[in-house]
T-cell receptor, first 111, second 111 residues
Framework: TQLLEQSPQFLSIQEGENLTVYCNSS?????LQWYRQEPGEGPVLLVT?????EVKKLKRLTFQFGDARKDSSLHITAAQPGDTGLYLC???????????FGTGTRLKVLA | DAGVTQSPTHLIKTRGQQVTLRCSPK?????VSWYQQALGQGPQFIFQ???????QRGNFPDRFSGHQFPNYSSELNVNALLLGDSALYLC??????????FGQGTRLTVV
């Protein structure tokens, strides 16, 4: 069974602080995605990383795919209340054709 | 581009009834996956349709069935509803490993 474990599960920080969320697995993936989900809405795709060691930046968000394509991190600089939400990593495996989701990190940024 | 659209957005059903949820994929996407998301948890994979056939299935009972039409749209059917089927049902469309795009979901409440 392929599992994606995210840490931490919950994070409450003050506006302006930095944070990092981790997504780990023992399996190798073809690609990995990060999503943000707000209550009652579907997840919104933030980024897809494909190459081992790849780093992508989206404004204050930095995403990194591990060299071995088994893990990833999401770093947010100077967090804002608008960053509050559930962050999900998901991985795609060519053999199964499906995306499996991590356990999620619930982030709350206090003003 | 309308993105992924799901209908209805909310639904209340009684135990034992049957329900059909609908999904239209993002333009250019040929693969549709369905997920069940319980409150506070990450999405759980139900099944995936590609070329009008079920290509992969998660750990869900046969009460959950689906269909994909020639225009790539899809339906999720759930028979003999249980209270535990109450959840947000998400449809995601994708094309290879570029990332899955989600609809806003259907909130199903079974009473």
């Amino acid at each position: 069974t392929q599992l994606l474990e995210q840490s931490p599960q919950f994070l409450s920080i003050q506006e302006g602080e930095n944070l990092t969320v981790y997504c780990n697995s023992s399996s190798v993936f073809s690609s990995l995605q990060w999503y943000r989900q707000e209550p009652g809405e579907g997840p919104v795709l933030l980024v897809t990383v494909v190459t081992g060691g790849e780093v992508k930046k989206l404004k204050r968000l930095t995403f990194q795919f591990g060299d071995a394509r088994k893990d990833s991190s999401l770093h947010i600089t100077a967090a804002q209340p608008g960053d509050t939400g559930l962050y999900l990593c998901a991985a795609y495996t060519s053999g199964t054709y499906k995306y499996i989701f991590g356990t999620g990190t619930r982030l709350k940024v206090l003003a | 581009d309308a993105g992924v659209t799901q209908s209805p957005t909310h639904l209340i059903k009684t135990r034992g009834q049957q329900v059909t949820l609908r999904c239209s994929p993002k333009s250019g996407h040929d693969t549709v996956s369905w997920y069940q998301q319980a409150l506070g948890q990450g999405p759980q994979f139900i099944f995936q349709y590609y070329e009008e056939e079920e290509r992969q299935r998660g750990n869900f009972p046969d009460r959950f069935s689906g269909h994909q039409f020639p225009n790539y749209s899809s339906e999720l059917n759930v028979n003999a509803l249980l209270l535990g089927d109450s959840a947000l049902y998400l449809c995601a469309s994708s094309f290879h490993r570029a990332g899955a795009f989600f609809g806003q979901g259907t909130r199903l409440t079974v009473v």
